[in-house]
C-alpha cells in the first residue's frame, strides 16, 4: 500500500470508486495560494503536510486524516505574525445517501450522493486547520520563560493600560457599596 501524493491545481480530491475495499494512502501538501481561495481566512501562510488513509468498506468510507506543519498566525497580544506548529488529528466519515451535504455534523459525518465518484478535501482542510489553532494565539515563552512578543508593543500596552492612583468614581455607586458593608 504506497502512499500517493496529489496536488493538482489547489484541488484536493481523492477519486474512490473502482478501488478496492480497504486501505488507500494520500499525501497532500497545503501552501499559501491554498488559503487565496479563502480571503476570510487567519491564515495566511502555511507550510502544511495532510496525511490521509482511506479506509473503503461496504457502505462507508473513513477518512483518518493528519495534519502536520506550521502556519503563520497573528499574536492576539503584539499583533506580530509567528510560526505556529499545527500538529492534528481526526477522522472523517463519509455515508453514501441521495443527496450530497458536504457540512459535517457533530460526529465528522457528512453525506454524498450515490452517483458520486470522488471527494474534495480542500473544505475539510481549511475547517480542520482553523480547529487546530487556540482561541487565544500568543506567541510561546522562549526556553527561559520570557515573552517573545514585541518588546516596543509591549511598552506601548503596559504604558497605556495602567491603572491611575486616582480612580474618579461615581458616587451613587459609592452609597450602594456602603450597602454591602
Given at each position: 500500500?504506497?502512499a500517493?501524493f496529489i496536488?493538482?491545481?489547489?484541488?484536493?480530491?481523492?477519486?474512490?470508486?473502482?478501488?478496492?475495499?480497504?486501505?488507500?494512502?494520500?499525501?497532500?501538501?497545503?501552501?499559501?495560494?491554498?488559503?487565496?481561495?479563502?480571503?476570510?481566512?487567519?491564515?495566511?501562510?502555511?507550510?502544511?503536510?495532510?496525511?490521509?488513509?482511506?479506509?473503503?468498506?461496504?457502505?462507508?468510507?473513513?477518512?483518518?486524516?493528519?495534519?502536520?506543519?506550521?502556519?503563520?498566525?497573528?499574536?492576539?497580544?503584539?499583533?506580530?505574525?509567528?510560526?505556529?506548529?499545527?500538529?492534528?488529528?481526526?477522522?472523517?466519515?463519509?455515508?453514501?445517501?441521495?443527496n450530497?451535504?458536504?457540512?459535517?455534523?457533530?460526529?465528522?459525518?457528512?453525506?454524498?450522493?450515490?452517483?458520486?465518484?470522488?471527494i474534495?478535501?480542500?473544505?475539510?482542510?481549511?475547517?480542520?486547520?482553523?480547529?487546530?489553532?487556540?482561541?487565544?494565539?500568543?506567541?510561546?515563552?522562549?526556553?527561559?520563560?520570557?515573552?517573545?512578543?514585541?518588546?516596543?508593543?509591549?511598552?506601548?500596552?503596559?504604558?497605556?493600560?495602567?491603572?491611575k492612583?486616582?480612580?474618579?468614581?461615581?458616587?451613587?455607586?459609592?452609597?450602594?457599596?456602603?450597602?454591602?458593608?
Open positions: 500500500m504506497r500517493r496536488k493538482i491545481m489547489g484541488k484536493y480530491k481523492i477519486k474512490f470508486r473502482g478501488l478496492k475495499e480497504g486501505k488507500h494512502k494520500y499525501k497532500f501538501e497545503i501552501e499559501d495560494s491554498f488559503f487565496e481561495k479563502y480571503p476570510e481566512s487567519e491564515i495566511k501562510k502555511a507550510k502544511i503536510f495532510a496525511e490521509v488513509e482511506m479506509l473503503i468498506s461496504k457502505d462507508i468510507l473513513t477518512f483518518d486524516i493528519k495534519l502536520l506543519g506550521t502556519a503563520e498566525i497573528q499574536c492576539d497580544r503584539c499583533l506580530d505574525f509567528f510560526d505556529f506548529p499545527i500538529s492534528y488529528k481526526t477522522i472523517l466519515y463519509v455515508d453514501f445517501g441521495d450530497n451535504s458536504d457540512l459535517s455534523d457533530a460526529d465528522n459525518r457528512i453525506t454524498i450522493s450515490n452517483k458520486t465518484s470522488e474534495v478535501l480542500d473544505k475539510h482542510f481549511y475547517d480542520y486547520l482553523h480547529l487546530s489553532i487556540p482561541y487565544q494565539k500568543i506567541h510561546p515563552d522562549d526556553k527561559n520563560g520570557n515573552l517573545t512578543c514585541n518588546k516596543e508593543m509591549i511598552k506601548k500596552i503596559k504604558e497605556y493600560s495602567t491603572c492612583e486616582t480612580e474618579i468614581t461615581d458616587p451613587r455607586w459609592d452609597r450602594l457599596k456602603s450597602l454591602y458593608n
